[in-house]
């Protein structure tokens, strides 16, 4: 093309009566600096990358990922012919330039953001506290179990998950409670489920890392409470549970029902048989003091029977990044008696039902309260209710003292007269335990 023009231009000079005079060509003109291009370009990326920086033409690239202008300082620096690679695992920021025969490019800078381990995968820790120590540890995903082995100390143990489809996962630790060989939900010891939302075509949610599972441990600046309820004769299928109260509750800083509502938060078990030692642990819990309560609850007699244990003189200390060790135990003894209720006790406008409230005081031990539900049934010929009652766990070797409560507000009165052993009415009876049980009965006019 180039030469039919330049005839072209020949012929319309001869046209016109001109001779062409020689081609003037210039072979040595001066070229630019080389451009550069870095492939794929900055932006976030998963598990790593490898960039390729490449010249358009035949030059050195120079590059830094420390910071410094690969300019001016050779700390750090990287060179070589174009194209030049650069493999990165984390956040980088690059500052690159090319250069040939003295002249360099304009000085260029990326960053290169890590957004998360390799597209579908999820990894992190299971962070183990003192609680799971010796009992293996496994990790669901949904319902896909990855078992971690058995720690020997509180620990992390690292864990990974590759190959996922975007949707939700949801990640559940546990811990082999009872040491069976089997990791079973709901009866093994679990941590909260934590939900990861997967998605393969956003980078920062295509692969979750560090994701950290608290398996009986608590978070940076918080502590836990962890120890021992021992029962000598566990009753069968009654909830065995841990509550943490403000330490002035239980001294008139709160009303009885804001207690008895407080009363059904914390650790939970199921008491069985043949088992008279149950750990606990409570975990995330802001540092101060607090009152530790180990109570029973479990049906009885037509209500709920509570038996709880607590110490407002000798509140525990949470401490930041710490485990508090704390153990309590009930007793072995089970008080039960009949109740004949006369006309002037028994219960008003066709309510069957009452409390026989018992509670306990040791000045090393705190206050032991105890709840049995009852319904009473009248003796039309003598006008007398009648009910039976019965509570176990009593410690031994204490006084216990008894009152029976009737009426709509009869558990409140009840509970209220356990908490506030230093007032209110004083004891219908009061019975000496001992090592074995006790048969007591009530007759009020």
């Known amino acids: 093309m180039r030469l039919h023009a330049l005839l072209c231009v020949a012929v319309l000079a001869l046209a016109c009566g001109q001779k062409p005079g020689p081609l003037e060509l210039e072979p040595n003109a001066e070229l630019g600096p080389p451009s550069i291009q870095a492939d794929p370009p900055a932006g976030p990326f998963n598990g790593e990358i490898t960039v390729t920086f490449t010249a358009d033409r035949p030059a050195t690239i120079y590059l830094s990922t420390n910071g410094e202008d690969p300019r001016t300082s050779s700390i750090g620096r990287q060179s070589g012919e174009s194209p030049l690679t650069v493999t990165m695992k984390a956040d980088t920021t690059v500052?690159?330039?090319?250069?040939?025969?003295?002249?360099?490019?304009?000085?260029?800078?990326?960053?290169?953001?890590?957004?998360?381990?390799?597209?579908?995968?999820?990894?992190?820790?299971?962070?183990?506290?003192?609680?799971?120590?010796?009992?293996?540890?496994?990790?669901?995903?949904?319902?896909?179990?990855?078992?971690?082995?058995?720690?020997?100390?509180?620990?992390?143990?690292?864990?990974?998950?590759?190959?996922?489809q975007s949707g939700n996962h949801r990640l559940t630790a546990i811990s082999d409670r009872n040491e069976d060989g089997q990791l079973i939900p709901f009866l093994d010891f679990q941590s909260d489920t934590t939900t990861i939302e997967l998605d393969l075509e956003d980078p920062y949610k295509a692969g979750p890392e560090n994701v950290r599972i608290y398996l009986a441990a608590s978070g940076s600046g918080l502590g836990t409470l962890r120890g021992t309820i021992t029962l000598p004769k566990p009753p069968a299928l009654q909830n065995l549970q841990m509550s943490l109260l403000d330490p002035g509750a239980l001294t008139g800083g709160l009303d009885p029902a804001t207690l008895l509502q407080q009363l059904q938060n914390g650790y939970r078990i199921f008491t069985t048989p043949d088992q008279t030692e149950y750990p606990y642990v409570i975990t995330d819990l802001m540092p101060g003091r607090v009152t530790p309560v180990p109570s029973l609850l479990g049906f009885n007699n037509g209500g709920i029977a509570?038996?709880?244990?607590?110490?407002?003189?000798?509140?525990?200390?949470?401490?930041?990044?710490?485990?508090?060790?704390?153990?309590?135990?009930?007793?072995?003894?089970?008080?039960?008696?009949?109740?004949?209720?006369?006309?002037?006790?028994?219960?008003?406008?066709?309510?069957?039902?009452?409390?026989?409230?018992?509670?306990?005081?040791?000045?090393?031990?705190?206050?032991?309260?105890?709840?049995?539900?009852?319904?009473?049934?009248?003796?039309?010929?003598?006008?007398?209710?009648?009910?039976?009652?019965?509570?176990?766990?009593?410690?031994?070797?204490?006084?216990?003292?008894?009152?029976?409560?009737?009426?709509?507000?009869?558990?409140?009165?009840?509970?209220?007269?356990?908490?506030?052993?230093?007032?209110?009415?004083?004891?219908?009876?009061?019975?000496?335990?001992?090592?074995?049980?006790v048969v007591k009965d009530i007759t009020l006019p």
């Open 306 to 437: 509570i038996n709880l244990i607590a110490n407002p003189l000798q509140p525990v200390t949470i401490e930041a990044d710490r485990e508090t060790i704390a153990n309590y135990a009930f007793g072995p003894v089970t008080i039960s008696g009949d109740l004949a209720l006369g006309s002037m006790s028994a219960p008003q406008g066709g309510l069957g039902f009452g409390i026989v409230a018992a509670r306990a005081i040791s000045l090393s031990e705190g206050v032991q309260a105890v709840l049995m539900p009852v319904l009473f049934t009248q003796d039309q010929m003598t006008q007398t209710s009648r009910a039976t009652f019965s509570g176990a766990a009593f410690r031994s070797n204490t006084t216990v003292s008894l009152r029976v409560f009737t009426g709509a507000s009869a558990i409140t009165e009840a509970f209220t007269w356990v908490i506030n052993p230093l007032g209110g009415t004083p004891a219908h009876t009061t019975v000496q335990t001992g090592t074995t049980d």
């Open 95 to 164: 500052k690159y330039f090319s250069s040939v025969g003295g002249k360099d490019s304009e000085l260029q800078e990326g960053t290169w953001t890590r957004a998360g381990g390799p597209k579908g995968t999820i990894s992190g820790v299971v962070v183990v506290g003192g609680f799971a120590v010796d009992k293996e540890v496994g990790l669901f995903r949904n319902t896909t179990l990855e078992r971690l082995g058995t720690p020997t100390m509180p620990t992390e143990i690292p864990f990974s998950f590759t190959g996922l």
